[in-house]
């Protein structure tokens, strides 16, 4: 049973470079999220997604795309990186049970260096 | 103002002492809430969640007080495996399980 994985787990980019960012989970979960996070900002939700073909606006989704074409999938593009995102990005999944939300669980992350 | 608040720390105490982490949230209606732990560049792993009436899990204690919309955890006998950041987690309502976390809290064990 692997949980969350992403990848890749580093990555160093020129400005203006693309690329995506990719995460599994096998544990048949409804929300899938991403986060950056940023030395004494804590985690900041980008998007997330309710289930398979949806997806959502979080708190900083400003130069992101993400797509859920598979419910067990959640993507992350960057269409043309900048510096600013900079960052360690983890992926999250969780359930719901009966409404209440529940706890998330997390991949390992991904380093990325926007040169 | 965050969203939820945090004393970034870092608290150094010594083994077997007792510490105690508040949190703030600043949205009323907030339902739900968790402490995470978060090891140096590693994944947030949850370590309790927190519920009204307060709970207990080992040596730790979570407690909520909503009038003064706070939450706190309270690590007894600290044990060197213990330092690690410890992370807010509260539940911004009306978004589908959209969680807010803390900016955390750096607790370092020392021998």
């Known amino acids: 049973n692997a949980g969350v994985t992403q990848t890749p787990k580093f990555r160093v980019l020129k400005t203006g470079q693309s690329m995506t960012l990719l995460c599994a989970q096998d544990m048949n979960h409804e929300y899938m999220y991403w986060y950056r996070q940023d030395p004494g900002m804590g985690l900041r939700l980008i998007h997330y997604s309710v289930g398979e073909g949806t997806t959502a606006k979080g708190e900083v989704p400003d130069g992101y795309n993400v797509s859920r074409l598979k419910k067990q999938n959640f993507l992350l593009g960057l269409e043309s990186a900048a510096p600013s995102q900079t960052s360690v990005y983890f992926c999250a999944s969780s359930y719901i049970i009966g409404g209440a939300d529940q706890p998330q669980h997390f991949g390992d992350g991904t380093r990325l260096s926007i040169l | 103002r965050k969203e939820v608040e945090q004393d970034p720390g870092p608290f150094n105490v010594p083994e077997g002492a007792t510490v105690a982490f508040n949190c703030t949230y600043s949205?009323?209606?907030?339902?739900?809430f968790f402490w995470y732990r978060q090891d140096c560049r590693k994944e947030p792993k949850l370590l309790m969640s927190?519920?009204?009436s307060g709970n207990e899990d080992g040596r730790f204690t979570a407690q909520l007080n909503r009038a003064s919309q706070y939450i706190s955890l309270l690590i007894r006998d600290s044990k060197l495996s213990d330092s690690a950041t410890y992370l807010c987690v509260v539940n911004s309502v009306g978004r589908n399980n959209d969680m807010r976390f803390g900016a955390g809290t750096r607790l370092t064990v020392k021998p």
């Open positions: 927190v519920y009204s």
């Open positions: 949205n009323s209606a907030s339902q739900s």
